[in-house]
């Protein structure tokens, strides 16, 4: 058995002191709003102990996808590496950026940089700043292929869609049925729903039905997504039957303070080509004062 761990939108807090340049245009509107509230949601003390609890289901690997940051401030990538860091080694954890890891046109730029080693495929050299050349990416674990792709993208103010690009599309068609040709089961990460109606449309994944064209025809056995901090699970159109589809909650949302309070997925995958088992079992915060425990489990596969 494949075990896999899934996290998401840790928000790393608090914020680093900002120059007033550095807060111009959108930045200002995320700064004002983190103060007024989401600073009382993202607390490092749940992350903390939801992490405590989940290195103690001894994961085979952990999927995290996206929103380590807030506003791409550049102050705030040391301590979101430090906090990969604490998560696991590069090989062990797979990262995919989300909207707040790239929120300008230079936080784009540091995040490929501080998260590089945690974005890399299997088979990558030496990539320049450039998400055309390092996504998707390919991570083989056992019997298990990890696809990680970025729907990361700077938006205006009041915007937090996602896009993944033609080119990232027009690639990731024949990596999955390469893995399904070598008897792969094919896990696909990313940060926006793959549903518009889940997000709607200031914060929808613009190109979701063209993602959605690939899988009905290549076919995928999970899709793994964050951004909305809701713990949904659902199907879309696969060639061979249902793609199970599943989100999770941020990893740092206080019981007390969210709709969804913090929790991760753990996915026991077993089986074979055609034959894939996959079960979810949900772990994490009932209510405040109370430490992570299991929610909830079923079979997906």
């Known amino acids: 058995m494949f075990k896999l761990a899934h996290l998401s939108d840790p928000h790393i807090g608090p914020l680093p002191r900002a120059r007033a ?43 995290l996808t996206g929103d380590v940051v807030n506003l791409a401030l550049p102050g705030e990538y040391p301590a979101a590496r430090a906090f990969l860091e604490t998560v696991g080694a590069p090989d062990f954890v797979s990262l995919v950026p989300g909207n707040h890891d790239a929120y300008t046109k230079g936080g784009a730029l540091h995040l490929l940089s501080a998260f590089d080693p945690w974005m890399r495929g299997d088979n990558a050299g030496a990539h320049p700043l450039d998400e055309d050349e390092r996504f998707p990416y390919v991570r083989i674990r056992g019997k298990v292929a990890l696809v990680g792709l970025s729907s990361a993208i700077p938006t205006a103010p009041f915007m937090a869609t996602g896009k993944l690009g033609p080119r990232q599309i027009a690639k990731l068609g024949p990596i999955l049925e390469h893995l399904e040709h070598e008897g792969y089961c094919r896990v696909v990460m990313l940060h926006h729903p793959v549903r518009r109606q889940d997000a709607g449309p200031t914060a929808m994944l613009i190109d979701c039905d063209r993602l959605n064209a690939v899988l009905r025809r290549t076919g995928a056995e999970l899709v793994l997504h964050g951004h909305i901090h809701t713990g949904l699970v659902h199907r879309i159109k696969g060639p061979k039957g249902p793609i199970p589809v599943v989100c999770t909650p941020s990893a740092s949302a206080a019981p007390e303070r969210a709709r969804w309070p913090a929790s991760y997925n753990l996915f026991s995958i077993t089986g074979k080509q055609k034959n894939w088992k996959i079960g979810l079992t949900v772990r994490g915060f009932v209510a405040a004062g109370h430490p992570p425990e299991q929610l909830r489990s079923q079979e997906l596969a």
């Open 21 to 63: 340049k550095e807060l111009a245009g959108k930045r200002v509107l995320g700064w004002i709003n983190w103060n007024r509230g989401r600073r009382d949601v993202h607390r490092m003390d749940v992350l903390q102990q939801l992490l405590v609890d989940l290195h103690a289901q001894a994961p085979d690997h952990i999927a």
